[in-house]
């Protein structure tokens, strides 16, 4: 484990929260879904499928759950989807696939040329650092998982594993969200569609939410008044799916309180070169939004 005591000279809160800032943390973690790395170091465990492999990389810090477990924390699968992940750790066990998503991480960061200096590594870490030792990960299930995991030696690498950390927490903190605004999890893949966030095929192949599952999510929806009877997004269903991504970025604001709002604007700058160089090479042209991509 890394969580630390916090400093007793941490900054305290300044303001209302930076809700752009918050965003663009979670923006530096979310190339480790696209890069061919990922799938090249899951091939290099046995596993070809990108579906099981996604599902591994990313509940391998929870340990061998079954995958119930992953169903539970990842919220917008559907149980056939999940399934598919049965005998990936019988292929490799966690702490390979977690050693694999840090080769992949380092790897891709490197091939798009992302290079912080030592003082821009240590400044970014004096950061990030206090905010993972304070947060609370009381139902925050992803984000504990990842703080309990051993940083690599890569300073780079390491960096990143506690942006994943935070973008983890903030992803726990949707689906409070979600429940709280009555939207289950085909429901809210569904109106997330509808708004352009999350191209429908996608979504589709992804989740393996099947037509009948589809369509009844859609009807509750157009009973809510946030899809036309088209199945088009309504204003109402648009205003809908801001507030809860305004709700969940308010949620952060414990998060990042270790470090202010100064801080966490401070951290969001120096870490954009992160997302910045994926951007540039045209990764994130039909990306997905932050909550619902993974």
Request: net charge negative; aromatic share 8%.
């Amino acid at each position: 484990m890394h969580l630390d005591t916090l400093p007793d000279d941490a900054p305290t809160g300044d303001g209302p929260m930076d809700l752009n800032a918050v965003r663009d943390v979670s923006a530096a973690h979310l190339f480790i879904y696209l890069v061919p790395e990922t799938a090249e170091e899951a091939a290099e465990l046995g596993v070809t499928d990108r579906g099981p492999a996604y599902l591994a990389f990313r509940s391998a810090a929870m340990g061998a759950v079954p995958w119930q477990v992953t169903l539970a924390a990842f919220y917008n699968f559907s149980p056939r989807a999940v399934r598919a992940m049965a005998g990936v750790w019988d292929a490799a066990p966690p702490e390979r696939w977690q050693a694999a998503r840090f080769l992949a991480a380092g790897r891709a960061m490197r091939r798009v040329n992302v290079h912080f200096t030592d003082d821009h590594l240590a400044e970014a870490r004096s950061l990030i650092d206090p905010v993972v030792a304070g947060a609370d990960y009381a139902g925050k299930v992803l984000a504990a998982a990842n703080a309990s995991v051993a940083l690599p030696p890569d300073p780079l690498v390491a960096l990143w594993q506690q942006i994943t950390v935070a973008r983890e927490w903030r992803g726990d903190a949707h689906l409070v969200v979600l429940a709280d605004n009555g939207l289950g999890p085909c429901d809210c893949l569904v109106l997330h569609t509808a708004t352009g966030g999350l191209p429908t095929a996608l979504a589709r192949a992804t989740r393996r939410w099947d037509d009948e599952e589809w369509s009844a999510a859609t009807a509750r929806l157009v009973a809510r008044g946030w899809l036309d009877s088209h199945g088009v997004v309504t204003d109402a269903g648009s205003a809908a799916r801001e507030r809860i991504e305004v709700e969940t970025d308010e949620h952060c604001a414990a998060l990042w309180a270790p470090i202010g709002n100064a801080g966490a604007r401070r951290f969001a700058s120096l870490i954009a070169p992160i997302a910045n160089a994926f951007t540039a090479t045209g990764m994130f042209q039909t990306v997905p939004g932050q909550s619902d991509l993974a």
